[in-house]
């Protein structure tokens, strides 16, 4: 099992749509997780961190589910401007080999 | 402006010849990353350093060497042992190793 898994979609959603990904991760001892946005040929961004309670960003929330081993992203009211790669990233907590563990991406595509 | 700087953003190479690309931060960060992204993949890490004069081996660490001689510079010299250098190169930095990472616009390196 991947350490870090998402659904590589696409997800092709009209503007004003609210579109949703999950993201599994393995180690459930995991503390740190993040969001970031990745555009064509360009270098990731980060767009949050997700807390334990849930967080929340403008048009954008994140949730953790430490139970079940994912974090998701809502995004509400899709911009065409929203169309990108988004990235989840979890912590691999294993000794002082501490680092982060990228999943492969989820593709959005906002239509007009 | 506080960031992460890399050059070249594209570079070209000869076979058989080593290739240094820079990556200088001013964020005051520990921690430094390379990664490779290859067309329609995730990230992989290449080396990463989480304190002056200390770094450890990625994933894919075979045909690269760096070093770390001063908090803010992070070089990545893809030798000619790499057989298959051509990729989207991609330094981080963070505060620390668990932190958000913030990365540079990348170089593109590609083969003659």
């Known amino acids: 099992r991947k350490e870090v898994e998402q659904d590589p979609g696409p997800f092709n959603v009209p503007e004003g749509a609210t579109v949703a990904f999950n993201c599994t991760y393995s180690?459930?001892?995991?503390?740190?997780f993040f969001w970031y946005r990745q555009d064509c040929r360009k270098e990731p961004k980060l767009l949050m961190s997700?807390?334990?309670?849930?967080n929340e960003d403008g048009r954008f929330t994140a949730q953790l589910n430490r139970a079940s081993q994912y974090i998701s992203l809502l995004i509400r009211d899709s911009k065409l401007s929203d169309s990108a790669t988004y990235l989840c990233?979890?912590?691999?907590?294993?000794?002082?080999?501490?680092?982060?563990?990228w999943g492969l991406g989820t593709s959005l595509a906002v239509n007009p | 402006d506080g960031g992460i700087t890399q050059s070249p953003k594209y570079l070209f190479r000869k076979e058989g010849q080593n290739v240094t690309l820079s990556c200088e931060q001013n964020l005051n960060h520990d921690a430094m990353y390379w990664y490779r992204q290859d067309p329609g993949q995730g990230l992989r890490l290449i080396y990463y350093?989480?304190?002056?004069?200390?770094?450890q081996k990625g994933d894919i660490a075979e045909g690269y060497s760096v070093s770390r001689e001063k908090k803010e510079s992070f070089p990545l010299t893809v030798t000619s042992a790499q057989k298959n250098p051509t990729a989207f190169y991609l330094c981080?930095?963070?505060?620390?190793?668990?932190?958000?990472?913030?990365f540079g616009d990348g170089t593109r390196l590609s083969i003659l």
């Open positions: 180690n459930s001892a995991s503390q740190s």
């Open positions: 981080a930095s963070s505060g620390r190793p668990n932190q958000p990472q913030h």
């Open positions: 350093s989480q304190i002056v004069n200390d770094f």
């Open positions: 990233v979890v912590n691999s907590p294993r000794g002082n080999n501490r680092k982060l563990i």
């Open positions: 997700v807390y334990s309670s849930g």
